[in-house]
T-cell receptor, first 111, second 114 residues
Framework: SQQGEEDPQALSIQEGENATMNCSYK?????LQWYRQNSGRGLVHLIL?????REKHSGRLRVTLDTSKKSSSLLITASRAADTASYFC???????????FGQGTRLTINP | GAGVSQSPSNKVTEKGKDVELRCDPI?????LYWYRQSLGQGLEFLIY????????KSGLPSDRFSAERTGGSVSTLTIQRTQQEDSAVYLC????????????FGSGTQLSVL
């Protein structure tokens, strides 16, 4: 079953611009994670935000979490061509153990 | 090992044959996941192992799918009597302690059923 839903499904921007992706989920969570996938193979963990946190930064990445709206956003600032990838949010429901992924956002950075 | 290792990286099989996909997690990681990803789609949860607990098999799509994890380390995903709709990338991931920790993914096995 899918928990998170990313929006938009696809995003194309110019290099140097900021990219914002959103994730909505349905049930209460312990934490929310963002992953990146290049070339349809293994995913790489980007950032984890816990349910009691509202914002987190890592380099050019900024993640926010609004538990009242059951949503999260991932902001990539000053985008680069190398940021072209698919981005997924993933959640662990309270009381559960498995990590469930959304459908992802395909981000394209145009030079 | 240094990372999660999956083998084979590619597997082509004929409809009706059985296949086995292998995953070597990072040493010391207690949690192990299998996911399936069809072309251009998200990750579909298949099965989750955590330590010595009974695995969460709730994502296995049919009784043709099964998975084992021997000695708390290596895992094998078996698909019996493969069908064309089984064609996908099968991804394995492991984490330390499970639940709250980030997953480390292997590069996946591309399964093609002809």
């Amino acid at each position: 079953s899918q928990q998170g839903e990313e929006d938009p499904q696809a995003l194309s921007i110019q290099e140097g611009e900021n990219a914002t992706m959103n994730c909505s989920y349905k049930t209460s969570i312990n934490n929310l994670q963002w992953y990146r996938q290049n070339s349809g193979r293994g995913l790489v963990h980007l950032i984890l935000i816990r349910s009691n946190e509202r914002e987190k930064h890592s380099g050019r990445l900024r993640v926010t979490l609004d538990t009242s709206k059951k949503s999260s956003s991932l902001l990539i600032t000053a985008s680069r061509a190398a940021d072209t990838a698919s981005y997924f949010c993933a959640t662990i429901n309270q009381g559960a153990q498995k990590l469930v992924f959304g459908q992802g956002t395909r981000l394209t950075i145009n030079p | 090992g240094a990372g999660v290792s999956q083998s084979p990286s590619n597997k082509v099989t004929e409809k009706g044959k059985d296949v086995e996909l292998r995953c070597d997690p990072i040493s010391g990681h207690t949690a192990l996941y299998w996911y399936r990803q069809s072309l251009g789609q998200g990750l579909e949860f298949l099965i989750y192992f955590q330590g010595n607990s009974a695995p969460d098999k709730s994502g296995l799509p049919s009784d043709r799918f099964s998975a084992e994890r021997t000695g708390g380390s290596v895992s094998t995903l078996t698909i019996q009597r493969t069908q064309q709709e089984d064609s996908a990338v099968y991804l394995c991931a492991s984490s330390f302690r499970g639940r709250e920790e980030k997953l480390f993914f292997g590069s996946g096995t591309q399964l093609s059923v002809l």
